[in-house]
């Protein structure tokens, strides 16, 4: 078990930033891959950004791509996803994920997930 916690969500101007974290508990912190997923109404949760265990290697959704950035600090248990030049069109609740093993873009493959955090963009 992995609990995850999000935060840093709110309102923001289009083409402001925002910057979400996403805590994780345990101390296996390191050997979890991770990733963001978003939600918005009436839309099935998309894949955003995710990152290996090391953090070295990173995979992004191309709507986001050069936008937003995802690290982690395993200092800190902590995985943030940087957001620039926020769209109308970014506007949702944006999940943290974990999972064993390799980092992946399938929502299928994450076993471990945070309640969310709205993120809300205004034009």
């Known amino acids: 078990q992995v609990p995850l916690e999000e935060s840093g969500g709110g309102l923001v101007q289009d083409g402001g930033p925002l910057r979400l974290s996403c805590a994780a508990s345990g101390r296996a912190f390191s050997t979890y891959a991770m990733a963001w997923f978003r939600q918005a109404p009436g839309k099935e949760r998309e894949f955003v950004a995710a990152l290996s265990r090391s953090g070295g290697v990173t995979r992004y959704a191309g709507s986001v791509k050069g936008r937003f950035t995802i690290s982690r600090d395993s200092a800190k248990n902590t995985v943030y996803l940087q957001m620039n030049s926020l769209e109308p069109g970014d506007t949702a609740v944006y999940y943290c994920?974990?999972?064993?093993?390799?980092?992946?873009?399938?929502?299928?493959?994450?076993?471990?997930w945070g309640q969310g955090t709205q993120v809300t963009v205004s034009s």
């Open positions: 994920a974990a999972r064993t093993g390799v980092f992946s873009s399938s929502i299928d493959d994450y076993l471990y």
